[in-house]
């Protein structure tokens, strides 16, 4: 074996040239050569994206369209919270569903679904974890509404409280339990078919996750008002299960900071469209699309970034100075959207992308909503400078 290190500031770079995986006995990591993200050419990546990208984007507009129909419904005339938890449930499906993604395309690529008894684990563990995720971010989004809606509001009801609770984990539970088998199936697909999951896994889960957590909420949201309690007891035997799993029981532990952080912020973005919703004609159709395209793009790269340093070998451990000098070291935004690096070609790509899928998924809801929504030439100037902020700043 010969291994070539190539010094980067902005990126790791490493060449292994061997016939077989590398097997790290403490970390179990794989150092596969056939998948090594740095090394693949942007229009690789382009050619393997743009498709589920497309696919996403029309989930999402689909989504946004559902949406907006659904101030038709009783239940969200009479429960304006609900649209507080709307913002909230569907960043819960990108964080849970495309964090999923990220792991197991991760896992995929250095090795570990190849051994039917590691991806049994694997698939075990990370279904029951999104699951314990979903009930208590779902459970805890539900709380987060009705304090809002007392402290707006100055008054509290008790029915509406149990409609959004059990609104609220209902929809986070089986919208992950959906999504979370479909991602399994479609890395599992794309590593037999020699495509990097990193480049498609989000995209995919993007396209369903949105719509499909639209629809339960919606279903859901209906009758259901006595199924919170239910729930809320499969919580410790899902944490017991997820503890003994050596793949998840570090997200256990480690994994809620970031989505419950992620949740109060979504709620505070949900006040916020409850408001517009009543004073902005259509913009509800618009959150799905232009939260969502931004996820998908970014996590597309946090994907691959994860790939990247798994591969390197034990979290928290470096090979060398400067190995751990690339890896921690944040570039200043000109070097990461301008240099000629392939990394580099790779961000602007997925930056750049935003434009073209934003203008086809604004002509369709144009197209499908003409009737409600009514879009001028300011508003997608506006529009898409507010989209490629957005996307740029999370890829920095």
Known sequence: MSMKIEYNPYRINLLFYIEKS?????????????????????????RQLVLPFMISGFGMVAAGLLLERTKELKVFQEITEIYILVPALLDLKGNLEMTL????????????????????????????????????????????????SWLSQGHFNIRYALILCSSSVSTATIASTVLGV?????????????????????????????LTTVVVLAGVSQFLFQITM??????????????????????????????????????????ILAFAVQTLHGII????????????????????LSTALHQQGKPGEFQNDEQHTASTDCPNPYKLFCSRANASCIVRLLLFMAIPGHLTFLFIIWQLAANHIQISFLFISLYLIAALIQVGNFLH
């Open 285 to 304: 159709a618009f959150q799905p699309v232009m939260n969502g395209v931004c996820g998908n793009l970014v996590t597309v790269q946090a994907s691959r």
């Open 101 to 148: 993604a990220s792991r197991l395309s991760t896992q995929a690529n250095i090795g570990n679904i190849d051994k039917i008894c590691k991806f049994k684990d694997l698939f075990i563990g990370n279904v029951i974890l999104i699951q314990l995720q979903a009930i208590v971010i779902g459970f805890l989004a539900a709380l987060v509404s009705i304090l809002i």
């Open 182 to 210: 479909v991602m399994i199936i479609v890395i599992v697909l794309s590593h037999k078919c020699k495509i990097n999951p990193d480049n498609i896994a989000t995209p995919v889960a993007a396209s369903l996750g949105d």
């Open 230 to 271: 239910f729930f809320l007891t499969l919580i410790p035997i899902w944490t017991m299960i997820c503890a003994r799993n050596e793949h998840v029981k570090d997200v256990l532990i480690h994994g809620w900071s970031p989505i419950i952080a992620a949740m109060f912020i979504s709620s505070t973005g949900g006040l």
């Open 22 to 46: 590398i097997v790290n006995d403490e970390t179990k990591p794989i150092l596969n050569v056939y998948n090594n993200n740095n090394q693949e050419k942007w229009y690789i990546v382009a």
